[in-house]
Each structure stands twice: as C-alpha cells, then as structure tokens.
C-alpha cells in the first residue's frame, strides 16, 4: 500500500519557522515525486512545492520561493519542507502527495495525498 504519513505542523508566530516531514511508504522517489499543497481557509488546494529527487528538479510556489526549502532524503524516505520567514497568509492546512515525476506541480496530477498537518501563523 502507498502511504504518505505528514508531521511537523503548528502554531508560529509571525517570521518564525517550521519544518514539515513526510514520510512516504510503500513506493520509492524513483517512482514519484513528492510536492507539498496547502489549502487555505476558503482557498482552493494548490501547489506549494515538488520536488523530483530522481530528476534533480524543484518547483516553489512564487510567494514561497526564498522562504521555503523542500529537501529529500533517499535512504530515509522522506522529504521536507522548511518554512522560514512565515507569514499569517501561510496559515493553511498542508498536504503531502505523490505525483508522477516531470508533471507540474499541481493537484491535478497527484496520484496518493497524505493527510494534512494545520500550520497557523499569528501575526
């Protein structure tokens, strides 16, 4: 069975950080890419970050770019995402997916979601 198991989120304040884990099971990164969506409060779900490990390719989010770092470990099986600099317009719940790998990052595409972790961000 594929799973997607996400930790990490919380409550910060403004300009503070936070790092998201997801751990996948059941698949490897040359399977899959894994992109982090977020969906905010009367917000439709959208692309934050991907990353494709097996193709060296990263996509960020243009509000998110500079500010958040998506990394992945191949031995461990998890990829991360470290928020820096948040903002209270981060404030969302987060969502681990797999898609297949060279696609956009966008929800359209994923193929297994994880369950969402709330990150709040107080101004």
């Known amino acids: 069975d594929v799973q997607l198991q996400a930790s990490g989120g919380g409550l910060v304040q403004a300009g503070g950080s936070l790092s998201l884990s997801c751990a996948a099971i059941?698949?490897?990164?040359?399977?899959?890419?894994i992109g982090w969506f977020r969906r905010a409060p009367g917000k439709e779900r959208e692309g934050v970050s991907c990353i494709s490990s097996s193709d060296n390719i990263i996509y960020y989010k243009d509000s998110v770019e500079g500010r958040f770092t998506i990394s992945s470990d191949n031995v461990k099986n998890t990829v991360t995402l470290q928020m820096n600099s948040l903002k209270p317009e981060d404030t969302a719940v987060y969502y681990c997916?797999?898609?297949?790998?060279?696609?956009?990052?966008?929800?359209?595409?994923?193929?297994?979601w994880g369950q969402g972790t709330l990150v709040t961000v107080s101004s």
């Open positions: 059941g698949f490897t990164f040359d399977d899959y890419a």
């Open positions: 997916a797999a898609l297949p790998r060279r696609h956009p990052c966008g929800r359209s595409y994923v193929n297994y």
